[in-house]
T-cell receptor
Framework: AQKVTQAQTEISVVEKEDVTLDCVYETRDTTYYLFWYKQPPSGELVFLIRRNSFDEQNEISGRYSWNFQKSTSSFNFTITASQVVDSAVYFCALSEARYGNKLVFGAGTILRVKS | DVKVTQSSRYLVKRTGEKVFLECVQDMDHENMFWYRQDPGLGLRLIYFSYDVKMKEKGDIPEGYSVSREKKERFSLILESASTNQTSMYLC???????????????FGEGSWLTVV
């Protein structure tokens, strides 16, 4: 069965701190896709990154970086030098190739960045 | 720019009312989805449609139905609203197939429904 676990319900940091959001997934497929989405207070889900199961390279985009480790079934997200604008709910999600484009989401992590 | 538009951002309905949540997309996507978002549970799939007049149940279809008469429009219907359907509802759309680099799911801004 496919499942995504985000164990951190809420994280509070002070601006400029680094923060890591954890994501652990379960799947029986060998081909799958992992995602991170950001949901600001406005409500819309903003796509941040997609990673397929055959590409374990870590990725960096500005202050954002992602660490994908198949050995531990984890896809963690780090924000370096956090800013108040990073305050949002962050979702990790999984899509198995055999299910086409259905997404299974984790419960989400609320990130609060204080100035 | 891809646009998924949900017509109502905030609704307050009474128990037992029939409720329609409308979603329109402008990218000619075949697939459309309705998700429900609740604190601590993330987003859960209610229904999806892969073509006009086609629909499939998601993980939590009970108490809901859907309608897809036109490709760009996907409606979620609560036949008799109940208080446990108070939630945020998100519509999404995409092309069919795997979510590889050429295919992304786009989400609307959400509809906050309160049933009293």
């Amino acid at each position: 069965a496919q499942k995504v676990t985000q164990a951190q319900t809420e994280i509070s940091v002070v601006e400029k701190e680094d923060v890591t959001l954890d994501c652990v997934y379960e799947t029986r497929d060998t081909t799958y896709y992992l995602f991170w989405y950001k949901q600001p207070p406005s409500g819309e889900l903003v796509f941040l990154i997609r990673r397929n199961s055959f590409d374990e390279q870590n990725e960096i985009s500005g202050r954002y970086s992602w660490n994908f480790q198949k050995s531990t079934s984890s896809f963690n997200f780090t924000i370096t030098a956090s800013q108040v604008v990073d305050s949002a709910v962050y979702f990790c999600a999984l899509s198995e190739a055999r299910y086409g484009n259905k997404l299974v989401f984790g419960a989400g992590t609320i990130l609060r960045v204080k100035s | 720019d891809v646009k998924v538009t949900q017509s109502s951002r905030y609704l307050v309905k009474r128990t037992g009312e029939k409720v329609f949540l409308e979603c329109v997309q402008d990218m000619d996507h075949e697939n459309m989805f309705w998700y429900r978002q609740d604190p601590g549970l993330g987003l859960r799939l209610i229904y999806f449609s892969y073509d006009v007049k086609m629909k499939e149940k998601g993980d939590i279809p009970e108490g809901y139905s859907v309608s897809r008469e036109k490709k760009e429009r996907f409606s979620l219907i609560l036949e008799s609203a109940s208080t446990n359907q108070t939630s945020m509802y998100l519509c999404a759309s995409s092309f069919p197939g795997q979510l590889s680099s050429g295919n992304t799911i786009y989400f609307g801004e959400g509809s906050w429904l309160t049933v009293v």
